[in-house]
């Protein structure tokens, strides 16, 4: 399942969430006599994400410039595919796996320059800070990746800031509306990009995660749970 963008990326992210505590990590290594395991599972983690960022996964992300985003090759030709992921659907949930499980190789030293740079495009696409503001830079280091002012890919593309929340459903809504579907992936999307800014020092896209994610949380306690 490690082409499907959703399954493959779920996949991934269980080795980030079980290596993002130093302490427990450092804890479980010392009482185990093992400390070898930890960063076995670090590699493993590593060699998954590069097949993603490389397009060697069987299922390659490729540019739209209809919508401007990142799509799965299969999504954008077939949109019953990867959850519909060619119509724009839970693109958070997707990447927002694989950008946390980056910034987790990037925080133990195994994810390199040119794969950070890649991995840029992914958080852009859901959690993008600046989008088409004129008098913008392209955010710092993703130039080789992104066009200028970030104008391939808009902000923060699933989110309602009047609601709070995100919008899992994309392009197409089903006859009843909309769909939140998810409202703890849709956190964890944007935990991914705080992380994710704090792992390369982009102190911006890390602000705007935290705001997505706060933002995020509070709408879920306001409309999704139940008193």
């Keep these: 399942a490690r082409d499907a963008a959703r399954l493959g990326s779920l996949e991934l992210a ?45 299922d390659p992300l490729v540019y739209d410039s209809t919508y401007g985003g990142l799509c ?64 913008l830079p392209a955010p710092r280091g993703y130039e080789p990746y992104v066009a200028p002012r970030s104008s391939y890919l808009p902000v923060a593309r699933h989110k309602d800031w009047y609601d709070g929340h995100s919008w899992a459903t994309g392009l197409v809504a089903y006859e009843t509306g909309k769909s939140q579907e998810s409202s703890s992936e849709a956190a964890h999307g944007y935990l991914g990009a705080a992380l994710y800014g704090a792992a390369v020092g982009d102190a911006r896209l890390e602000a705007f995660g935290r705001l997505c994610l706060a933002t995020e949380v509070r709408g879920a306690r306001t409309y999704w749970r139940m008193p």
């Design 14 to 58: 269980q080795f980030a969430l079980d290596d993002e505590c130093p302490e427990a990590r450092r804890a479980v290594a010392e009482a185990l006599g093992d400390a070898e395991s930890a960063a076995a599972a670090v590699a493993q983690m590593r060699a998954i994400l590069e097949l993603w960022l490389t397009g060697e996964n069987g």
């Design 72 to 135: 799965t090759r299969r999504g954008l030709y077939d949109h019953d595919a990867d959850f519909g992921n060619g119509w724009y659907n839970d693109h958070h949930f997707h990447y927002g796996y694989l950008v946390h499980a980056a910034a987790v190789a990037r925080r133990y030293g195994s994810l390199d320059d040119a794969a950070a740079a890649r991995t840029a495009a992914l958080v852009l696409d859901y959690a993008n800070p600046t989008g088409r503001e004129r008098n």
